[in-house]
């Protein structure tokens, strides 16, 4: 069974800083992707980045970076030099190859950027 | 259009009434899946189409709640003697086909917010 916990609710920082999310994964598939979507305040629930379970090499795109580290079944997201626009509530996911890529979500991240 | 679209975007209905809610998912994919978002909470997966047929209605809650995709295209979430606890926002999701990155990456709609008085 997929399970996907994000064990912080909100986090609060000042426009400039970086925010780090966590996000703990359980699956029993080998095959396996892992998601970060941003639902802003407009509800709608936007694509950020995708990792396949045979890939674990971090990368950094923008002002976006995330860590996998199956070891650990961990995949954190970090946002750079945060700004306003950024606040939004972000998901972390989870879909099986065997499970038709039906999307396990955590409960979701509220991060508010402080201007 | 360019992306998912779901009509209506709201909808307030009274407990026991019959709705029904819409989503047309991008053209070309055939994936089709709807999750349930409650207040506070992440989306919730209910149920899959891989063409009109559909495939996994394992998070379906209970028997009334039924989907259709008659031509593969256009879905529609039907939900019978609604109950209060069916208030939530219905997202609809499509992807080019349920197979490994790109083509499973889901699209998702704006959500149709469901609220039983």
């Known amino acids: 069974a997929q399970k996907v916990t994000q064990a912080q609710t909100e986090i609060s920082v000042v426009e400039k800083e970086d925010v780090t999310l966590d996000c703990v994964y359980e699956?029993?598939?080998?095959?396996?992707?892992l998601f970060w979507y941003k639902q802003p305040p407009s509800g709608e629930l936007v694509f950020l980045i995708r990792?396949?379970?045979?890939?674990?090499q971090n990368e950094i795109s923008g002002r976006y970076s995330w860590n996998f580290q199956k070891s650990t079944s961990s995949f954190n997201f970090t946002i750079t030099a945060s700004q306003v626009v950024d606040s939004a509530v972000y998901f972390c996911?989870?879909?099986?190859?065997?499970?038709?890529?039906?999307?396990?979500f955590g409960k979701g991240n509220q991060v508010v950027v402080i201007p | 259009g360019a992306g998912v679209s779901q009509t209506p975007s709201n909808k307030v209905t009274e407990k026991g009434k019959y709705v029904e809610l819409r989503c047309d998912p991008i053209?070309?994919?055939?994936?089709l899946y709807w999750y349930r978002q409650s207040l506070g909470q992440g989306p919730e997966f209910l149920i899959y189409?891989?063409?009109?047929?559909?495939?996994?209605d394992s998070g379906l809650p209970n028997d009334r709640f039924f989907a259709v995709r008659p031509e593969g295209s256009v879905s529609t979430l039907k939900i019978q003697r609604t109950e209060r606890g069916d208030s939530a926002v219905y997202l609809c999701?499509?992807?080019?086909?349920?197979?490994?990155?790109?083509?499973?990456?889901?699209?998702f709609g704006p959500g149709t917010r469901l609220t039983v008085l």
């Open positions: 053209s070309g994919h055939t994936a």
């Open positions: 996911a989870l879909s099986e190859a065997q499970g038709n890529n039906r999307l396990a």
């Open positions: 699956t029993r598939d080998t095959t396996y992707y």
């Open positions: 189409f891989q063409g009109t047929g559909a495939a996994d």
């Open positions: 990792r396949n379970s045979f890939d674990e």
């Open positions: 999701a499509s992807s080019l086909d349920p197979g490994g990155p790109p083509y499973n990456e889901q699209f």
